[in-house]
């Protein structure tokens, strides 16, 4: 792979020859993502991104591609990143990279930074580069041209923009200690690098931004976090607290998701197996359907006692990791928690048990703890496929090396779902850039009303016929007949 | 049926030799309710509800029984209604009124005043009863007693506060109109008779109460209503709202009851049948679960597109009831609204449809509409289930005239599902009572560690182990280990 | 409860002025019994069964009784008894002793000899009475007149003819030994005063019988005993296995009345709950769907490992009851072979554990054991339903006093199963009657194509819309196009 | 691909160099196949098939090598073709011809003739080859050795023998006509070679053989015509009938792979989509449970009423094809018939829906009514997957050609799945191969004792505790402890 420079903006990808499949799999994406479809259908003529640039850090998937090119036909100019060294699909990246009036000599699309199996260096290299819109500023003749708004997931495009200008303002990048992760120590690098090329780069930035839309539960912590410590820097619309996001990509995504990862990884059957979900939340939810679907026998774990009721209630046993741990043949976290699956629970499962993440950082499954095991040897299967030889003489299959292996070893959630999500996300862009009265620094969620909007934008590619009140039941109820039909504290 | 008095106290029952029966019921109910028994444990020596008088109004049923108990084990000096004429479990009243170390000829229980098959006239006197604590007070050597909380379902007692207050500060009680409803008719008559004995009544009753724990959606709504118009007199905790309640009450009790009742009064196989759910709130899902589970094909109707996205992604099909009239044969209704079933669908089922309400009044099915009907005739096949015989020369199968066929046909809610709920309500009580200044006049729902507990205390019932937090895991998500384990705005 | 004879034949029942109730669910179960219906239909005016007298001895429930009102419509004379002492719907069987054109003053329909809740005494001599056709000899001016078909349910029927043959043949009825259980001597009595009376009494019986059609699996078995012995004394056809029946009635209808009858005996919760089922046969498979449906854990036990497979392919946990016994909220056994629930079983279950029998006979719970065991105690909590305190401290809910819960508790199977089931009697009744030539002494299971006409009868009711082959589809899969579709050895 | 000539024993696959990856699945997918592990452990000693030589038809898949090495460990020798020309795993086929202990320069394996995509004449010169044992003759110094077993996937062995002795009877192989299909003039071709080179191969070879064992629904059909017709040349055990792979393989497979090939295919969320189910036998059965699982709403098709009204009572709608045409998403076909999905119905669909097949062969759907349809157009969205754009505008994604999509889109039925049908395959060559007194000509089930014993090899691997009958309850049942469990015609 290298450098291509083909266009007047540069991109990296992996291969732009793969474009015309990634097209193809764009085309068959649209026809399930009646959401975005429907908005450029909607906002098409009137444009109303017009004027955003948007620095996108989100997995480079098909169904981002359509997302990017919906952004695109609503007026935004954007640059794209992954959010994940392993989640970029090669042909989407070059489909979205040539455009779809390009040609793989004259791409005209998108800039994109992104291929499947980045370093971590290279990953943060091509977050940095979706703040660089020097060639956009060449091309328009401009001094300085920077971003007016992120979309991002994980909040690490967020965190760059953060960090960045807390060490401008410091005057200097702070050492790694010993404590320093190995990741946050390339992010130091990072920004030491473009501090002492360009000392007030981040702050510049910070200052032209409008907003972030961000995608997942960690990321939405993080911001709520910044703002509870009044060093949150421009308004952010939490995406992931949308009914239609948090209640669809995370429980409909992954139990679609979840096998579909298993069966490539593996070919493992799971009727009739033993499988254990840790955590009952909607990522936990979707799971275990999925496992049940399947005829798999399911076990849950929770620490919340209100979540492990409804795992009950639901007919799932209920146990903790340890009691059962030597009757699993597959194991699933997602809870977004860290130290979750550790070296003991590894050495406990069955010979051969698969061992999936479906939560968020790697970090949910001790991966650092089973990679320093004396004795444990790990043999690959089949890339983001390993068997790990423990000292107990039995094996465990490692799925994408403890990260997410929807991604890694699936095709991450179907255009269908991630069309609820990225509906949201447009809406929200849409609200930062053109309402930013609204939204002081903060961290907002979607009105009800704008939830509404996406979930109604999906129902006739189902054949969903909705019901309407009458003005006597909206008036009984309380509520306008067009919506929103529910109180702020509805749960679904 | 007389009023019997041989007790001190009056009060007004069926049948006191049912309290055998009764007992023997309350007795396995106790098994099932593990978390009022759990409160019985914990609160029995301190007493928190010392003082507390609680004016209750909610279906005299077996489990209600247990939670009448566990207050008064408490500390607490109770008088009971029910909230629905036909939701009396005899035996329970009589179980009450005895008490557990009373007999049939020396009663020593909980004045109660309710039995199945109430007139509207009766339904009031009882609730008015609930108020009246004269004999308390003549006991206590005292000129006059009143409760100093309401425990209400639905809203009716604390309905009867404020409109008897409202026309005492009037000093009239106004004249029924030609729109008036009939039990609105016998309200203005039982608070006219009211104001004329005692003037100020309702005035003084208002003052003492310290507020009032309520236990559905439409009393909850009601009093979110009053409060906005700057109507409410003392503050108002919202137990609907506990997750443990509308999640679990709502949904796993329908899910109960629904196929019960249906059992009970038709004996007709679900299975391989076309259901109808309206509505797919948690009462919708608990019904649409029960239903597939019993093999039936479900079809589901919403207004809420979110709701209806939901119900697709479940695998349901959602059409409006008019679509697919003609191929139901079991019409369930779930919305919470009113004239959701209206004559022409009456007149369009299949012959001999089963047509149940789980909604809330009878006014979900338009009843009125279905008696005004030319041509159409009542045929009772058994108590609580007629035999509608249409013009159309079909007939449709009417359950419990209308209203809860979950209460009229079956016996409502499992104990243990209505552990979870009226654990809420001890609490919320236990707030009121011993907290005021936290609760200055307002609608509350209950703080989420309050929530966590009443899930915490029906686990082991269940056999669940729960997984708990390490420090480490708990400060990287921000929780303490001891909960409570997520933001309010999470939706379970 | 008193012998009625306002008709010129006897018949007894618990109540004639219970008739009118009866009619009604008579006529709400036709609606739901499509097969029965349509053999009138289509023979009601052939009547094939002309010169039939059947003696019936099958649960005297609703859906018998149309059943009962089919075989009039299609030309039978028929009598009736009850196959189990509690099953009888006491309302059923007036409506059918009064008939359709009857009054209570003057019935006009058929003879039954059935009542809820019969001693074993009266349970065979209402056995006896069924072959009794004096009456109806004496209204024809006949000398005798015996019946010439049983519709039997369990063999009991059968079995009197048969030991009744072989006593007579003896000349003497043998002695009960001490190893004679209770309702053995029953049948000793029985028939020595028959031997008494008659001495050829059964000898005649049997050799104008011109077959059995029978219903169950047990009774099925005893068939093909007794012709396998070569004792066999007239042709049987065994119904049980029909597919129709076999894997409708037994799983379906158990799918059904299962939680049914646990909700009308405990209305406790199943949600949650840990469900342990021993067998999955087609009942355990229709009671571990039921329980599984309502959200309950099931557990299932098994002794034929393809079975077992199947069970744990479904994602059940299978074990042996020992291993799992202290978890165990719901017991159902449902094998057909005796001894599963034992004493120590039963003493290890979680304190008012319910336990319950859709198997067969009761001795599938060792509740002669129970009886026996020192210590225990027995309270009656309602009918049907007993508390028995064991030595351990802990109770079980025994429902039915271990006999079939189904019918004991519930109602049974419901209309639309029980369909299947009998227009699969009626057919093999008037196989036997119209086509004796086919049927040399054996036991015979119905042709395919009568068990698909069975089916294809009860698609419309279901809005079922059956696909029909092309003749070149036909001939390619080697099947006329009208069926019959499968080999004989085909599994569904 | 060039002919590998590098072992003394030809062979022919795509790439040796892929055996190390395909070991490493072998051993994954021996953890799976628990059954055929218990027979090396229990049979590799003995060696039964020690003599036998066993030509192979069967899909080269991961699962088949396991199954061959299994064959060789209890003494037979092997030579493997595929049965489907998409179906062979292109490492598998390495790893069994380099063996456990070979290299890829000095294969120590089975002679293979498999590899992915081959032509319909390569397809039938591999067959050819499994029955030239000429090197093996060669190797052995003997004149001429031929197999004396079969083991089969759909009878095309079976076939290619019997014509070719019926040709060589004849003396000359008939012309092709009009009406003759492209694959069986491929067949004539390769017959008509043979008979030239060797006028009396096929008559030998059908001399030495001891008999087949079959796999398939449509290859024990063909048998039975045979045997029918009075032509079958010798012995077939039908293992497809076996109740642990008709009502596993059928079901748990297709369950299982059937959404793993629309994933690994499409990407398309099943959740909320409508998939209509072409047939509702075990294969059906498995595909309606699948989807459902993953929130699907599913309607199914039938010719048979009886599993037309399975599929009712198991919650689904069922319709004829044309009915709900327009509404499709995912149209599914497991029929084992022809033009079940005919160019009428292509042209209904939704735009852009999924047709898939999993039933036998390419003809369920009219694939050649499809490629000549005027103006149809055929667009490859990547292998396997077609988007064919039709007259109407429209557009539908056909999956492998219209051949079976869980071999072409996925990797086939998984290995546990397997594990069953193939050892009932192994058992039923030892059968023949070591008792073939007991099966003169004829076609023959495995004894339910195996059927059973393949059951309970299973049960380890899955946690299963099987329940044994003690002696009373095994007389009292009449059957003996040990099992069989069942009578012949028992359903499962």
């Not at 109604?456 to 019901?467: F, K, N, P």
């Amino acid at each position: 792979m290298s450098l291509t420079t083909t266009s007047t903006v540069p991109f990296k990808v992996a291969d732009l020859a793969l474009a015309e499949a990634g097209r193809h799999q764009l085309r068959l994406a649209e026809n399930e993502m009646p959401g975005l479809m429907a908005l450029r259908a909607e906002f098409g003529e009137s444009k109303p991104l017009a004027g955003a640039r948007i620095a996108g850090s989100l997995h480079m998937t098909v169904q981002t591609a359509v997302l990017i090119e919906t952004l695109v036909a609503l007026g935004a100019q954007v640059r794209w990143a992954s959010c994940n060294i392993f989640s970029t699909q090669d042909e989407a990246a070059a489909a979205v990279v040539v455009g779809p009036d390009g040609t793989v000599d004259a791409p005209a699309g998108v800039p994109v930074f992104a291929w499947k199996g980045e370093t971590l260096d290279e990953y943060w290299w091509c977050t940095d580069r979706i703040f660089d819109w020097s060639a956009e500023a060449a091309e328009a003749g401009a001094d300085w041209i920077g971003p007016n708004l992120i979309l991002d997931d994980g909040g690490d495009a967020t965190l760059l923009v953060h960090k960045g200008r807390e060490f401008e303002a410091a005057g200097s990048v702070p050492e790694a200690s010993d404590d320093t992760s190995h990741e946050f120590r390339v992010i130091l690098d990072t920004l030491r690098t473009s501090l002492e090329r360009t000392p007030d780069r981040w702050t510049r930035v910070a200052a032209e931004l409008q907003g972030v839309t961000e995608e997942t539960t960690t990321g939405v912590h993080r911001l709520y976090e910044l703002h509870a410590a009044g060093e949150l820097l421009f308004p952010a619309i939490n995406v992931n607290d949308s009914v239609t996001k948090s209640k669809f990509d995370n429980k409909y995504g992954i139990r679609h998701s979840l096998p579909d990862g298993l069966n490539r990884a593996t070919d493992v059957l799971m009727g009739g197996k033993v499988a254990f979900v840790c955590g009952y939340g909607d990522v936990g939810k979707g799971a275990a359907e999925a496992l049940r679907g399947q005829g798999a026998r399911v076990i849950v774990s929770e620490v919340d006692p209100i979540c492990a009721l409804q795992a009950a209630m639901d007919g799932y046993q209920v146990s903790r990791l340890e009691s059962v741990i030597g009757e699993i043949d597959i194991l699933v976290t997602g809870t977004g928690n860290k130290d979750v699956v550790r070296v003991e629970h590894l050495q406990g499962l069955k010979h051969l048990a698969i061992v999936a993440n479906v939560g968020h950082f790697d970090n949910e499954i001790d991966m650092a703890g089973l990679e320093s095991l004396p004795g444990a040897e790990r043999v690959e299967i089949k890339p983001q496929v390993h068997e790990w030889r423990l000292p107990t003489g039995r094996s465990v299959l490692v799925l994408s090396e403890g990260r997410l292996m929807n991604l890694g070893n699936a095709t991450g959630h179907p255009s269908f779902v991630m069309s609820n999500s990225f509906t949201n996300q447009v809406l929200a862009q849409i609200e930062l850039w053109t309402r930013p009265a609204e939204y002081p620094v903060g961290v907002y969620v979607l009105p009800k009303h704008l939830d509404e909007k996406v979930a109604r934008l999906h129902l006739d590619a189902l054949g969903v016929e909705l019901t309407e009140l009458s003005p006597e039941q909206a008036a009984y109820i309380g509520v306008p007949v067009e919506g929103p039909y529910k109180v702020d504290h509805y749960r679904y």
